[in-house]
């Protein structure tokens, strides 16, 4: 299962993007429409969606870098100008969200095929976005608080220019930890 995180500045231009491999079990939904219906129906439309998506009906094994080697499975097979564009159409709706309700961590905003969109709002109005396909709310919320915790650290760097792109190494390293701790 894959998890995609982006970290947006308040103009909507990216600073930090993240793709996390877990290797935690995926917790499979099925669609009761899907269950009622014969198998012949089902798998019949399986090639169209998979050319429209670009997704794979097959799990595929991916050799993560720097991983020592080790098979971790991806989440759906998109390419990352797939994410990106679930991410950049979830926007519209995570500001539509954060007129109705104040609060920092919105949960769950939007859904497209099987990822769903986690947005978490920081005061100064930057938005940090988790494309995700399993529901973990409470893990996501401490993952969203402890990258916001570096996100803030990184940011009082006397060194880092505000609203530009990181690409501190030690950012990173934290990131990827508490995404292995949470995610």
């Known amino acids: 299962m894959s998890h995609h995180l982006f ?4 103009s909507d231009s990216p600073l930090y993007s993240l793709t996390h491999f877990s290797s935690k079990p995926v917790q ?3 669609s009761p429409l899907a ?3 014969p198998s012949w129906s089902t798998s019949a439309f399986a090639g169209t969606l998979t050319s429209l998506t670009g997704a794979s009906s097959a799990t595929q094994s991916h050799h993560a870098q720097g991983g020592g080697g080790s098979g971790v499975r991806m989440g759906g097979g998109q390419d990352r100008h797939v994410i990106q564009m679930i991410a950049n159409a979830s926007l519209d709706v995570i500001e539509e969200v954060m007129r109705r309700d104040s609060a920092m961590y919105l949960k769950s905003v939007d859904k497209f095929n099987e990822w769903t969109i986690s947005a978490f709002i920081t005061p100064g109005n930057f938005k940090f976005l988790l494309l995700h396909e399993s529901k973990n709310d409470e893990g996501i919320r401490s ?9 803030v650290k990184t940011t009082l760097n006397p060194f880092h220019t505000a609203h530009t792109p990181i690409r501190s190494s030690v950012f990173d390293t934290r990131v990827r930890a508490s995404a292995k701790k949470y995610l």
């Open 7 to 10: 970290i947006l500045s308040p």
């Open 28 to 30: 499979s939904v099925s």
């Open 35 to 37: 269950s009622n219906l």
């Open 143 to 151: 993952f969203f608080n402890e990258v916001w915790e570096l996100y």
